[in-house]
C-alpha cells in the first residue's frame, strides 16, 4: 500500500550552550559508536516546536496541556453563563471531564492551614496527570456542562450522554493533538496514536561537557569597608555540538487523526496541509529554550535534507556511526558531516532499492555544506515550506 511518509534530516551547529539539562544540570549526553555524544532530547525539541505553532496557527487550532484541566473548562463555562459561581462551575467541569476521559478530577490535598491560624482557600480540582484538548473540544465539553446544568443532576449519568461526552473529547482534534498524539491512561479509547516522530539530537562527534566558574558582583558593597570577594559564585555546565536532527510525520496517520479539519469551509487535504507545513518550519527553526539567557545560542540549521516518501521512513543517523573528527587543515565538524550525509543517503537508498522513490529538497548554508546540494532541489526556507505542502496535497487528492 502507497504511504505518505515525510522527513527531515537537520544539520545545526550549536555554540556553548546547556539546551537540554539532566537532573544534576548537567546537559544530557549519550553513547553512540564508542564515544560519549552531546544529546538533545525528542521531548525537549517537541516542546519547542509546540510553541512556535503559536507564532503560526490560529488558537481555534491547537490544544492545552495542563493538569488544571478544570480551571481552564471553567473559564469556558462562565463565559457561556455568568451566574455560575466559581466553586460550582468547578465540580461541573469536573464531572464533565470525568465522563468524558474517565480520568478522575479531584481537589488536591493540601494543608487547610497555612501554619499561621489561618486557612487557605480550596483550590480547584486537577487531574492526577496532564490532560491534553483541543480547543473545540473544552468548547463543545464546557457547552455539555452548561446544559447539565439545567437538566439536573442525573444528567451526565445518562448512558448517551457518557457516549456524548466522550465523542466530544474523541473529535476535531488540535494540529498539536494530531501530530504528537495524547494519552488517557484512564481511558484508552480515546488515545491519539502520534503522527510525528523525533529522534533524540545527537552530535556527529565526541563531546566532552565542560564547566564555567561564573563569579557575580555586589553592586551595592561598599568597597572601603566590606570584603572585596564576589557576591556570588557557581558553576554551569555546557558544552557545543553540530547535532544531527531527525523527524519523521506519517502523513496518513495525521489525515485521520484530523479527521474532516477544524474548519468547515475548507477542503479535507487543507487542514493536513497546513498542518505539515507548521510543523516543517517550527521544527526548523525552533529552539529549546535551556540556559538560552545565559547562552544566547540562537543558531539556525546549517542544512536540511528534505523527503517524501511512499514507504517506512529512514533515519540515516549511523552516518556518523563512526564520529566526525575536526583537524586543523579541514575546519570543523560540518564539512566533514555534510560529506558523510551525502555519502551514505544514496548508497543507503539504492542498497535498499529506494532511490528515486522520494522527492527532495535541500536547504543550506555556507560553503562546508555543499556536498548536499547534489542530493535534492535547493531552495531557502520560504521556497520549501510551501514546495513541501504542494506535495502533500497532490497526494492527499489522490488518495
Known amino acids: 500500500m502507497t504511504r505518505t511518509v515525510l522527513e527531515l534530516h537537520v544539520l545545526q551547529t550549536v555554540p556553548p550552550s546547556c539546551l537540554n539539562r539532566d537532573d544534576t544540570g548537567t546537559p544530557k549526553t549519550a553513547v553512540y559508536g564508542g564515544v560519549r ?3 538533545v532530547s525528542s521531548q525537549a525539541w517537541k516542546r519547542a516546536t509546540r510553541r512556535s505553532f503559536h507564532d503560526l496557527l490560529d488558537p481555534s487550532e491547537l490544544g492545552v496541556r495542563t493538569r488544571r484541566v478544570a480551571e481552564l473548562l471553567t473559564e469556558r463555562i462562565t463565559e457561556l453563563d455568568e451566574t455560575i459561581e466559581q466553586a460550582e462551575a468547578w465540580t461541573l467541569a469536573a464531572e464533565v471531564v470525568q465522563v468524558a476521559t474517565g480520568s478522575k478530577i ?15 482557600p480550596a483550590p480547584a480540582p486537577e487531574s492526577k496527570y496532564l490532560m491534553f484538548l483541543s480547543a473545540h473540544q473544552l468548547d463543545g465539553l464546557a457547552e455539555l456542562a452548561v446544559k447539565a446544568r439545567g437538566a439536573g443532576k ?3 449519568k445518562d448512558k448517551a450522554v457518557k457516549e456524548q461526552a466522550k465523542q466530544i473529547a474523541n473529535g476535531r482534534h488540535s494540529v498539536d493533538i494530531a501530530l504528537f498524539g495524547r494519552m488517557v491512561a484512564d481511558g484508552a479509547d480515546i488515545n491519539v496514536d502520534a503522527a510525528a516522530q523525533v529522534a533524540h539530537a545527537i552530535s556527529v562527534h565526541q563531546v566532552d561537557n565542560e564547566s564555567d566558574y561564573y563569579t557575580a558582583v555586589d553592586d551595592y558593597k561598599n568597597r572601603e569597608s566590606d570584603d572585596l570577594g564576589a557576591g556570588m559564585i557557581g558553576t554551569v555546565e555546557f558544552n557545543s555540538a553540530t547535532l544531527y536532527r531527525y523527524a519523521a510525520v506519517d502523513v496518513d496517520l495525521l489525515r485521520r487523526n484530523l479527521g474532516k479539519g477544524l474548519r468547515d469551509d475548507e477542503p479535507v487535504a487543507q487542514p493536513v496541509r497546513r498542518a505539515v507545513e507548521t510543523f516543517v518550519h517550527s521544527f526548523l527553526t525552533s529552539l529549546p529554550t535551556g540556559k538560552i539567557n545565559t547562552f544566547g ?11 517524501v516518501r511512499s514507504a517506512r521512513p529512514v533515519n540515516f543517523v549511523a552516518a556518523f556511526e563512526e564520529p566526525c573528527r575536526a583537524e586543523p587543515e579541514t575546519g570543523g565538524h560540518l564539512l566533514q558531516a555534510s560529506q558523510a550525509l551525502a555519502a551514505y543517503i544514496p548508497e543507503v537508498e539504492r ?7 522520494a522527492p527532495t529538497w535541500v536547504l ?3 560553503k562546508n555544506t555543499e556536498a548536499l546540494s547534489a542530493l535534492g532541489v535547493e531552495m531557502s526556507l520560504p521556497e520549501l515550506v510551501p514546495a513541501i505542502g504542494e506535495e502533500i496535497m497532490r497526494r492527499q487528492d489522490g488518495a
Open 351 to 357: 542498497a535498499y532499492g529506494l532511490d528515486g522513490d
Open 364 to 366: 543550506r548554508v555556507g
Open 297 to 307: 545560542n540562537h543558531t539556525l540549521p546549517d542544512a536540511v535534507v528534505v523527503k
Open 106 to 120: 479531584e481537589t488536591p490535598k493540601r494543608k487547610s492551614d497555612n501554619g499561621k491560624g489561618k486557612a487557605e
Open 154 to 156: 442525573d444528567y451526565l
Open 37 to 39: 555524544r552531546a544529546r
